[in-house]
């Protein structure tokens, strides 16, 4: 989505808004669709169409959780990958072939 949508809502008098039909259309949200809102540290906050989670594994929403707070209290740990380190990805995965179109069996503890 390129394009830039502004629009504004109301709150009503139960802190109740409806959601604009621009910002409807643009999230493809329909009636009964859940709405996720991330805050931002700076006050920004941003509205997305909320995923459902029960399609979600339980142990990856905790992993990227965990990331998400970990680079968030520790930014001064991110680094930007280098060519240094990109032949160093090069060299320990040279050799390897993988097809990512193969599906894999259902006990496959790898």
């Known amino acids: 989505m390129g394009l830039v949508i502004e629009d504004n809502s109301t709150l009503t008098d139960r802190y109740q808004t409806t959601v604009p039909a621009s910002v409807r259309r643009a999230l493809k949200l329909e009636r009964r669709d859940r709405i996720h809102y991330m805050i931002r540290p700076n006050g920004e906050v941003v509205l997305t169409r909320a995923h459902d989670e029960s399609s979600q594994d339980p142990v990856m929403a905790s992993f990227l959780a965990f990331l998400e707070r970990d680079l968030q ?37 790898i």
């Open 73 to 109: 209290d520790h930014p001064e740990n991110i680094r930007p990958v280098t060519a240094s380190t990109f032949a160093e990805a090069e060299r320990l995965t040279a050799g390897i072939e993988v097809d990512f179109d193969q599906e894999l069996p259902e006990d496959d503890d």
